[in-house]
């Protein structure tokens, strides 16, 4: 399915961009749909890839030392712009102290920026994002990472649905946000690998703040 989609995108791109002639204005939006609504499915379908793989225990950690105040900063600049589009303020509130964490870094990455389109996806226009970072157990030995918004929050008797899979809180057909309902179950379950746990505290009408957490130093192979 990815290939023959990639084609049609590609294919719409360059007629977006005049590469073949010049379009008029409707041309042009009509265009645009095409590669903004294919882009999503491929997303969605990546999505889902990753679920099966998770699912059926294919995926395996590959851990190297690396900063999560510099991983956070990387992921709040790339969804900058769709934050800019909302006006949105996205911040990194602490972190440069920490220690390096020993993980999976793609992964923890695919965590993050789930949760950071979330919350961008779901705070209206003016709003706020943030990312903090603690120390967290006993004795400090692993990292909470706070992802939090100043969004429509969510009712206490929906904290385990949206971790489910193919779950929508709202799944009525007139939603403003459509997906695939598995971001969050592939979060949870990435972060489950690396001996870590996610959750969510959150009010209607008063924003949501997921956390979750990393051992700071795991066993090494």
């Not at 911040?91 to 695919?110: F, T, W």
């Amino acid at each position: 399915m990815r290939t023959p989609l990639a084609a049609i995108i590609t294919h719409a791109e360059i007629l977006r961009d005049g590469m073949l002639g010049d379009l008029n204005p409707r041309q042009k939006d009509s265009v645009t749909g095409i590669v903004n609504g294919g882009q999503q499915l491929l997303d969605m379908i990546d999505e889902i890839l990753t679920y099966v793989r998770s699912a059926s225990d294919q995926v395996s950690l590959v851990r190297t030392e690396f900063s999560l105040a510099e991983l956070a900063d990387q992921v709040r600049v790339l969804n900058q712009s769709l934050a800019a589009k909302k006006r949105l303020t996205i911040e990194r509130l602490n972190g440069d102290d920490l220690p390096p964490v020993y993980a999976d870094r793609d992964k923890v990455k695919h965590v993050l920026a789930n949760l950071i389109g979330n919350a961008i996806k779901f705070t209206n226009d003016g709003g706020r994002v943030w990312i903090s970072f603690s120390r967290y157990g006993p004795e400090g030995e692993e990292v909470c990472v706070e992802v939090g918004d100043t969004g429509r929050g969510i009712a206490r008797n929906h904290y385990d649905l949206v971790f489910r899979e193919f779950a929508q809180v709202d799944a009525s057909p007139s939603r403003p946000h459509h997906g695939t309902g598995l971001g969050l179950a592939i979060a949870r379950k990435l972060v489950e690998l690396h001996s870590g746990k996610i959750w969510v505290e959150s009010e209607l009408g008063k924003g949501s703040r997921f956390f979750f957490t990393l051992p700071l130093d795991p066993p090494r192979d």
